[in-house]
């Protein structure tokens, strides 16, 4: 960057001066933060170039022109060009005897330029000159950049230090004023002194060597210091302000977050309530569906049962077939043996046998018919103990689900098999029976007349049989129609225990429906809480921003007071311990003030304490409503396991029932 700008002056410059090409060339001009062209003769046309490169943004933020000779043309380029400058920070003029047209060059660059802090203008002639040294103050008085001002040996009079002090009074940004070895006197250290009570910027007056009363000087340093005590006094109630308002923002940032926290935890709540309603229902609507079904595997485990009854009836009709048909051979077996007697003994002795063998196999009859009577009466004892096992399996048949629609598969599978079976033996004995018929239908015609006799007893014989069977018929259907009876007593103490079921469920669904109104309940009750918490928040900024407006009203009831003073010095004196004694009330009331702040932060602190109890409280009522949960999920998977036991128990029941029976009976002596 530097380099650049030598290339420039260079260019600008049809006879660069070797020395001021040297500071540029030089170490401390390459890449530095400061132009020193001290002590350097500049001619106007070096100035020329100079002012040309100077607008804008230059290389470096200190400039060092003192000791340089300047014509009053040659400071007028060069300032000229500072005006519009932004990076220059520092500028140093001492020494090159600045006369009318520099004070008002001067006065113009203060006026236009905003980025100078520091103007060294020792040993010039600005004082000399009344016009130019107004000019410059005006311009003084309308900056608001320059911190440091040194107008050292500048011949400035009591008249230039009145000027000095008016534009003392519209500055608001100077802190440090150098006028020693100047001629001020008396006037001009009053005029001073009476344009510090309105500027409250000053921290560093300088007026050694200006024929100024020492108690002036007292007062002026005096002033000065109530400056630097009042700056430093407003910088730290700035920073304390800055930093209470940080707090209060963080503390409503945390109160907001808080509040978006419990606000996200209650929509969770009310989701998994939600969820947790769903299921319950959905369960619900599970056991009603279970219940149907076990109603149509009752129903269809009915119709079963009447079909094995129809079965065995069909089974006993078709044994009765059989001792009629066995009657008959027997019939035709002794009329053979009688119509052969005569012929022959062995056919006699044959006749015989088969007589007895007949007798035999009609006492097989009538032991198989009191066999039928035991396995009737063991029926009924089975009919007994079903009925009681019936009584459990309707307490169970509520529970059973899917298991048992596959065991009744496989029990339906069995009853086929079990039929099929049957058939086949049946068939078997079909067979049997016509190759029988075939084989005596030869002997019929001619033992038919000599076996009527024998056939009328034999029918007294049935008809008794009949009659005993139709007794016991007769019984058995009885005892059906009590089973019956039992089976829908149960069907009615299930329906039942379904309904009471049904309202417990609907009293678990009410209260969990209450829970959730009460903790809608509490979730209103901390909104409410954090709007009241928003609202001392508010409270708290507003009292805040009236401590500010107290302040303000403090600092200008203090500019009035600073504004009466007298001109004397004992009622300076007087005057100014007044100031101090406000200042000491006002140090009481900040202390006061940070009392109340302190109050409040501690009020702050127990609002957030008991936001925190809260959260934890609803905490608590989240585990608790988990726990109930895990709970209501242990019963059913209990009732689960207790619906699969009682779906095995109905299982062996009904394959102990399908066993006992006389079908089973019959298939398995087969």
């Keep these: ?99 009318t047209l520099g004070a008002e060059a001067l006065g113009k660059l203060l006026r236009q330029n905003k980025s100078i802090r520091s103007l060294i203008l020792e040993w010039n002639s600005l004082g000399a000159w009344e016009e130019g040294f107004s000019f410059f103050c005006q311009g003084l008085g309308a900056n608001n950049s320059l911190q440091q001002l040194d107008l050292r040996n500048n011949q400035i009079n009591h008249q230039g230090a009145g000027e000095l002090a008016m534009a003392l009074k519209q500055n608001a940004s100077l802190q440090e004023l150098d006028l020693r070895w100047n001629n001020i006197g ?44 009042r700056q430093t006094i407003l910088s730290e109630t700035q920073n304390r302000t800055y930093i ?41 609507s599970q056991l009603q569906e279970a219940l149907d079904e076990q109603h149509s595997i009752m129903n269809s485990l009915k119709a079963k049962l009447q079909m094995t009854e129809a079965a065995l009836a069909l089974s006993e009709q078709k044994v009765h077939n059989l001792g009629e048909l066995l009657n008959a051979t027997k019939q035709e077996q002794t009329s053979m043996a009688e119509h052969h007697f005569t012929e022959l003994q062995q056919q006699r002795q044959e006749g015989a046998d088969r007589e007895g063998k007949l007798l035999r196999d009609l006492s097989a009859a009538s032991e198989k018919n009191l066999l039928l009577r035991n396995q009737v009466d063991e029926l009924e004892k089975k009919c007994k103990v079903q009925q009681d096992q019936l009584f459990q399996v309707k307490q169970d048949l509520t529970n059973t689900t899917a298991e048992l629609k596959l065991r009744a598969v496989q029990a339906e599978e069995r009853l086929e098999m079990e039929k099929r079976r049957f058939k086949q033996s049946l068939e078997d004995m079909e067979s049997l ?21 024998r056939i009328q007893r034999l029918e007294a014989v049935r008809a008794a049989l009949e009659e005993e069977l139709s007794q016991v018929k007769a019984a058995a259907l009885s005892e059906r129609g009590q089973a019956e009876e039992e089976l829908i007593k149960v069907r009615n103490q299930a329906r039942l225990e379904e309904q009471q079921r049904l309202e417990h469920l609907e009293e678990k669904l009410r209260l969990m429906t209450e829970s959730r109104d009460e903790a ?55 005057e100014l ?39 934890l409280d609803k905490e608590g009522e989240i585990s608790m409503l ?5 709970v209501k999920e242990a019963d059913i998977s209990r009732m689960r396991e207790e619906e699969a036991q009682r779906a095995s128990f109905l299982q062996n029941a009904i394959m102990a029932y399908v066993q006992g029976s006389p079908l089973g009976t019959h298939s398995s002596r087969k």
């Design 1 to 99: 960057m530097m380099e650049e700008f030598r290339r420039g002056y260079v260019r600008l410059c049809a006879a660069p001066q070797e020395p001021v090409l040297r500071r540029l060339r030089g170490p401390r001009g390459r890449g530095a933060a400061r132009l020193d062209l001290a002590a350097l003769s500049l001619s106007l046309e070096t100035c020329g170039a100079l002012a040309r490169l100077l607008p804008g943004a230059a290389p470096f933020s200190a400039l060092a022109l003192g000791d340089c000779g300047l014509s009053e043309e040659g400071v007028k380029l060069l300032l000229h060009g500072l005006c519009s400058n932004t990076t220059v920070k520092s500028l140093d003029l001492k020494g090159n005897n600045l006369r």
């Design 186 to 229: 008396l006037l001009g250290g009053r005029a001073l002194l009476n344009c510090l009570h309105s500027n409250k910027t000053l921290k560093r007056l300088e007026l050694a060597g200006n024929n100024v009363p020492s108690d002036i000087l007292k007062a002026v340093e005096q002033a000065v210091d109530h400056n630097q005590d």
């Design 244 to 284: 209470l308002s940080k707090e209060v923002l963080s503390l409503k940032d945390e109160k907001t977050k808080q509040f978006l926290d419990l606000m996200d935890t209650i929509d969770k709540q009310r989701e998994e309530i939600a969820r947790s309603s769903r299921k319950s229902a959905a369960r619900v």
């Design 433 to 453: 029976r016509v190759k029988e018929v075939d084989h005596m239908t030869q002997h019929m015609e001619a033992s038919e007349r000599s076996m009527q006799d």
């Design 520 to 574: 809608q309940n509490c979730c209103f009750k901390q909104k409410q809480m954090v709007a009241e918490a928003q609202a001392k928040a508010s409270q708290l900024s507003l009292q805040a921003d009236g401590l500010r407006r107290r302040l303000e009203e403090l600092q200008q009831d203090l500019n009035s007071k600073e504004e009466e003073k007298v001109m004397e010095v004992n009622k300076v004196k007087v």
């Design 577 to 615: 311990q007044e100031q101090i004694g406000h200042l000491q009330a006002e140090r009481a009331a900040q202390d006061g003030l940070r009392e109340k702040i302190a109050a409040l932060e501690r009020q702050l602190k127990a609002l957030s304490s008991n936001h925190r109890e809260a959260l």
């Design 626 to 630: 988990l726990e109930k949960l895990r």
